[in-house]
């Protein structure tokens, strides 16, 4: 066995434990549309660094070997070099888009010359090239740009294909006999690009899911025909089949991924989704981006739901502040119709059911303690990883070296009933907390907080909302009490407006949630 073998079966089986150790279910779609031999091309949409590596390589059917486009970053030192090029990595040059030029497309072309190449000499010995044609990972409400990259490296293929056909002949009267006939619009390549969308229910959250789509393949050989008509440039007609294959690359990448417009919209239709099914957890994964895109569908196209949107953007964001989450929210105090009046005083009734609930939440942790314990070294490499190799802001890091750190501490032995628990018992306190020491912000002060900040901008996104994002000023720093009592009054709010307008909608999307198992939040106002 090749020693290039034997790392890319290590990987495979560290990006198992990775992948394993830190989601729960990881729900793979689409498996028939990988062929198990053949050259292949995988275009990934790329929002979780190098976890979608892990991702794909621990999910990919037939287990077939994956050579990456990396970062030539990742290529420098003597060590990553030795084990990223035996692992089939393929160095890739980039720039980000503050230090283009007028001639950065023709800088980068040659620059990046030798990875087309040893792309093409892959492809030709029906190997796997796994490229994210959003050229980076960010982590944005909607995909933001697919690079012609995939595309590219299938046009090279193509031609190469041609060129070594004419080059095996042995007379000029037998390559012009083929260039009249069967070559005329050049040789069956068998390439695919398979686009490959991989969401995250929450890539942040330890033990959250994960859902991966391959796509309808795409046949590189209906496109590569215009190649070689005649009476058009090589160039004019490369830049026009690679515009075609990259157009219907992000189609199929956009239908297998969850887009919203901005982020109000989308965190409106994420905060929606907990609200109808109680937890993310209770949605299927089969239908978690379906179910997902019919939300943003449904906030971005009806404008009675402005008020709607407004309400579960603000519920989302106080949920945010106050560091509480949704479903555990609801198990430690549920929100019935008798209560759901806004001037009802909950204070006394909270703390009831506080103090009926603590004591027996705290006998339970304590019964975990001894496996609590034995899986203190992975709670500590992945929170040690986040805090000293990730940025603030930068969602996509946090979950990658989350991943990482805690699938090599925890491996495939994780008890999540104790991380339930340990977040139910921090719910309680701070439940505590807030009505114990009530603090009254004003209105304006409030405002600061009626919604998430975005996550930090990456330079190599060429078309995002970069501008809004760094004209965004984060709020001052809060403890988390002082919010629980105003995102209380969110939460009823939200229920209301959002149980209000769907028993009185009709739409295609209402009806399409509720058939998947939606429940409308019976509250009065």
């Known amino acids: 066995m090749e020693f290039k073998h034997i790392v890319q079966g290590g990987l495979r089986q560290l990006s198992l434990w990775i992948v394993d150790g830190w989601y729960s279910d990881v729900h793979v779609e689409g498996a028939s549309n990988v062929p198990k031999t053949g050259p292949l091309i995988l275009a990934a949409t790329h929002h979780n660094e190098i976890v979608d590596v892990a991702v794909l390589s621990a999910r990919i059917p037939h287990e077939r070997p994956i050579g990456y486009w990396a970062k030539s970053s990742m290529f420098k030192h003597p060590f990553t070099k ?32 030798g990875l087309f190449k040893d792309t093409v000499k892959a492809l030709s010995q029906g190997q796997v090239i796994g490229i994210f044609p959003e050229g980076t990972s960010y ?12 595309a590219r490296a299938a046009i090279e293929y ?11 002949m042995k007379s000029d009267r037998e390559r012009q006999i083929y260039l009249n006939g069967v070559g005329r619009h050049g040789e069956v390549t068998g390439l695919r690009i398979v686009p490959v969308g991989i969401v995250y229910e929450d890539k942040e959250r330890y033990m959250s899911r994960v859902c991966v789509g391959f796509g309808e393949p795409i046949d590189v050989d209906k496109y590569t025909q215009e190649l070689f008509q005649e009476g058009i440039s090589h160039v004019d007609a490369a830049k026009c089949v690679v515009k075609k294959l990259n157009a219907e690359l992000e189609r199929r990448l956009l239908a297998l991924t969850v887009n919203a417009p901005d982020w109000g919209t989308f965190y409106a239709a994420q905060m929606a989704m907990k609200i109808l099914w109680g937890d993310e957890e209770n949605v299927p994964l089969e239908t978690w981006v379906k179910i997902m895109q019919s939300l943003v569908d449904m906030f971005s196209s009806d404008p009675k739901l402005d008020s709607v949107r407004k309400a579960l953007v603000r519920y989302h964001a106080l949920l945010y502040y106050t560091g509480i989450d949704h479903a555990i929210l609801e198990e430690v105090l549920p929100l019935s119709p008798t209560s759901a ?17 603590f004591p027996v939440a705290l006998a339970q942790f304590f019964a975990f303690l001894p496996a609590f314990f034995f899986h203190v070294p992975g709670y ?16 996509e890091t946090k979950a990658e070296y989350g991943a990482a750190g805690g699938g090599i501490g925890i491996g495939l032995t994780v008890l999540v009933s104790l991380v339930w628990l340990m977040r139910r018992l921090m719910t309680f306190g701070k439940l505590i907390l807030g009505r114990a020491l009530p603090c009254n912000l004003s209105m304006q002060e409030l405002q600061k907080y009626n919604i998430r900040p ?4 990456n330079v190599f996104i060429k078309n995002d909302q970069s501008s809004a994002v760094r004209a965004t000023k984060r709020p001052p720093p809060i403890t988390p009490h002082k919010l629980v009592q105003e995102m209380l009054l969110a939460r009823l709010q939200a229920h209301i407006s959002l ?3 769907m028993r009185h909608s009709d739409s295609k999307e209402t009806t399409f949630l509720l058939s998947q198992g939606g429940r409308v939040p019976f509250v009065v106002a």
């Open 82 to 113: 030795f084990w990223m090029e035996n692992s089939g990595a393929l160095s890739v040059t980039r720039n980000p888009n503050y230090v283009e030029t007028s001639n950065a497309s023709t800088s980068d072309t040659s620059s990046n010359g």
């Open 139 to 150: 982590t944005l409400p909607a995909i933001a740009q697919v690079l012609p990259g995939a």
């Open 158 to 168: 193509a031609r190469s294909v041609r060129r070594e056909k004419l080059e095996g």
């Open 341 to 357: 009046n806004l001037t009802y005083p909950l204070l006394w009734d909270t703390f009831a059911k506080i103090a009926v609930g």
């Open 380 to 395: 500590i490499t992945a929170l040690s990883a986040v805090r000293m190799l990730s940025g603030p802001g930068e969602a």
């Open 454 to 457: 975005p996550p930090s901008v």
């Open 499 to 501: 149980g209000n307008y």
